[in-house]
T-cell receptor, first 110, second 113 residues
Framework: QQPVQSPQAVILREGEDAVINCSSS?????VHWYRQKHGEAPVFLMI?????EQKGHEKISASFNEKKQQSSLYLTASQLSYSGTYFC???????????FGQGTILTVHP | DGGITQSPKYLFRKEGQNVTLSCEQN?????MYWYRQDPGQGLRLIYY???????QKGDIAEGYSVSREKKESFPLTVTSAQKNPTAFYLC????????????FGEGSRLTVL
């Protein structure tokens, strides 16, 4: 049931864009995105609910394709502060729990 | 300030010993969760609770036990039956179950010697 994230790692220069994908084999009710910096707790970025909406948070946005059970996180004009591990979490209807992917390590260099 | 407090931050245990990790929240959240984090495997759900006196097994519950006697508290016991307990443990809470934002504690790092 664990969603699959791709790529596993991304290396960028400041100002470059990146896309992180999250896919599930199950029908989803919602998708969460979190970022974790080394040695710290994960921090919430956004939730996408069933309905295909797209959300944004500064220069970070995400989409949710419920037909394909896929979500993508878009990071534009990356900043050094974007470095960290990004996790997607998926919720299956009626289960009441969030299952996380294995994470994508994003490194932004000057 | 509202938040989630996990203790201890670091813990060393000998093989064969049980250990209990504390998780307390003052956010008035109904749902609480325990996740285990290992390198390259993301966050794996151990147990979760959506209401006091009720909890459910997650994906890797074997060798762990929990209780939810109070809304604010959700302690996790790592028993001697857990074959590979060395890991980083994260507690989280949310106001409306998995549909809401999860707030995480700072984590507890358990090392079995």
């Amino acid at each position: 049931q664990q969603p699959v994230q791709s790529p596993q790692a991304v290396i960028l220069r400041e100002g470059e864009d990146a896309v992180i994908n999250c896919s599930s084999s199950k029908a989803l009710y919602s998708v969460h995105w979190y970022r974790q910096k080394h040695g710290e707790a994960p921090v919430f970025l956004m939730i996408l609910l069933k309905g295909g909406e797209q959300k944004g948070h500064e220069k970070i946005s995400a989409s949710f394709n419920e037909k394909k059970q896929q979500s993508s996180l878009y990071l534009t004009a990356s900043q050094l502060s974007y470095s960290g591990t990004y996790f997607c979490g998926t919720e299956i209807p009626s289960y009441g729990k969030l299952t996380f992917g294995q994470g994508t390590i994003l490194t932004v260099h000057p | 300030d509202g938040g989630i407090t996990q203790s201890p931050k670091y813990l060393f245990r000998k093989e064969g010993q049980n250990v209990t990790l504390s998780c307390e929240q003052n956010l008035n959240h109904d749902a609480m969760y325990w996740y285990r984090q290992d390198p390259g495997q993301g966050l794996r759900l151990i147990y979760y609770s959506q209401i006091v006196n009720d909890f459910q097994k997650g994906d890797i519950a074997e060798g762990y036990s929990v209780s939810r006697e109070k809304k604010e508290s959700f302690p996790l016991t790592v028993t001697s039956a857990q074959k590979n307990p060395t890991a980083f443990y994260l507690c989280a809470s949310s106001i409306v179950g998995a549909a809401g934002e999860l707030f995480f504690g700072e984590g507890s790092r358990l090392t079995v010697l």
